[in-house]
């Protein structure tokens, strides 16, 4: 299909692209483009003026601070997926890059645009939950963080950009399981867990309406043990309501598969720890 029509700008900074996004109804933000594009492609997406970003070397990198470790919002995805600070201390979040589509996929787009895309189910989304990250955000009042989860719901305000992934450090007991859908690669059912001392964190997408922390299969899984018996009646336990059929699946087996993927999850990030 043939795209519509629009206009498109190279701002300078993120200032301008900022003045742009507020100033110009149906401003967009275009960083890597894999979902934007097919979608005004096909006419899912709409646009009057494209804000190229891609060019904006201060929302780029990957950086280790005392607490956290700080991922630029243009950040490829194969990036991501081979740092070696990323593999050795958010190992939920490079696995759940290292998933995303293909290698053309993985070297065009973005952490940030991973995070942001809207109306699908994403791999990093569900990997940021888990590692109880802070999405960073720009306007024109400044910038500010909001957690991962509830990014996930709010998603990023108009005229807003995303400008970083801020995750904790030292997750190395972490992990992500995947069961993707064979025509899209987008996931049929993801889970990320990570391992701290107040217990475990385990978020699941895909299987429900948008990622979600499941704060009740945590509880029940508290001190263990996390063997796959333990694991699948913890999320039997779970509201079936909570996991959306699609495709042919229903929501009993989709529980199931949250389940399995978890417990997949959780003996490798205990091993971790070993």
Known sequence: MILTEFDYVRPVGLEEALTLLCGTRGARVLAGGQSLLPGLRTGEDTARLLVDVRHLEELRGIERSAAAIRIGALTTLAELATHPVVLAEAPELAAAARANGDPQVRNLGTAGGNLAAAGRATDLPVAAIA???????????????VPAEEFAVSGAPA???????????AGRAAAFEKTADRATRYPVCATAVRITPDGPRIAVTGATARPLRLRGVEDRLRGGPYTTEAVLAAFRAEPRELFVPGRGTSAEYLGHLAGVLAARALQRADQALA
Request: hydrophobic letters at 50%.
């Open 159 to 169: 005229g807003s950009v995303v400008t970083a992934l801020l995750v904790p450090a």
């Open 131 to 145: 590692a109880d990250a802070q999405v960073e955000l720009a306007g024109p009042g400044g910038r500010w963080t």
